[in-house]
């Protein structure tokens, strides 16, 4: 089962119509089974994630979400109307979904969200949790609930079963983060077990749109793909991990993120 997430980096700029050639490109490429979107839009009576979908032959789900806010006023025109959101494709039917929210006591507004969707996988249902939490240094309290919310949910004995329950998204931390250490302590890092290399990134500087301004985040691996087994008696095998849309395509590079994935057992 190869799952992947990825930012991307839904109407942000001024070239989201030119990138949209390269995220799906790259999905070609990688063949993904499960895909988490973060940063993905809705507008116009459809959504970034059932466009995709169309193209790849995938199952689709949709949430809105607050992170990152809209920007107001509008960046370009392509804005108006749309929608942050959080995405699920996946190769199997996607037989319900559920939206939480997640704690927010500092930022204003609307809250943050995790879409959960369960598969139908061969095995039995698969569930799947992807999500992005607060970034911003002086929200720090909500980066901390965000994360205990999360261990919770991942843990939920209402996802135990036959298969592993994956939590997948842009976390806004490291690895190493101490505040990520509950979500840590309930699941495995599909990187790190897959002999992926520590000094990997996922927001990368180099990039012509690296966001440089994240100081306590460029240059460091803070897209995860995580899992926790289905039940107490069985394990995770990850047969592999890979970074993708790391490279330009038609001179584009898809995001401002790189995608990351990992290959398990089943």
């Not at 109407?11 to 799906?24: T, Y």
């Not at 319900?96 to 930022?107: G, I, K, W």
Request: contains cysteine; hydrophobic residues 40%; negative net charge.
């Amino acid at each position: 089962m190869r799952v992947m997430t990825w930012n991307v980096w839904w109407r942000f700029g001024g070239n989201w119509r030119e990138r949209a050639a390269g995220i799906r490109t790259t999905l070609e490429t990688y063949q993904p089974d499960v895909v988490g979107l973060v940063e993905t839009w809705a507008a116009d009576g459809t959504t970034q994630a059932d466009v995709l979908a169309k193209q790849l032959g995938l199952h689709a789900a949709f949430a809105p979400t607050s992170l990152p806010p809209e920007p107001d006023p509008v960046e370009e025109p392509g804005q108006l109307g749309a929608v942050v959101g959080l995405g699920l494709l996946s190769r199997w039917p996607i037989l319900r979904t559920e939206v939480r929210e997640l704690p927010h006591p500092q930022r204003p507004g609307p809250p943050p969200t995790a879409l959960i969707g369960t598969l139908d996988h061969p095995r039995g249902n698969l569930y799947v949790i992807v999500t992005c939490r607060e970034w911003e240094p002086h929200y720090a309290e909500d980066r901390a609930v965000q994360t205990v919310a999360l261990a919770e949910l991942v843990t939920d004995p209402a996802f135990d079963g036959p298969l592993p329950v994956l939590l997948i998204g842009d976390l806004n931390a490291p690895p190493d983060e101490p505040e990520l250490a509950p979500l840590r302590a309930v699941t495995v890092d599909t990187w790190e077990a897959g002999g992926g290399d520590p000094g990997a990134t996922t927001l990368d500087s180099l990039l012509p749109y690296a966001p440089l301004e994240a100081t306590t985040l460029i240059d460091r691996r803070i897209d995860h793909v995580l899992v926790r087994p289905g039940r107490p008696d069985t394990a995770v095998t990850v047969r592999g991990a890979f970074i993708a849309g790391d490279r330009p395509i038609d001179g584009l590079y898809p995001s401002d993120h790189y995608a990351i994935g990992a290959d398990l057992d089943p």
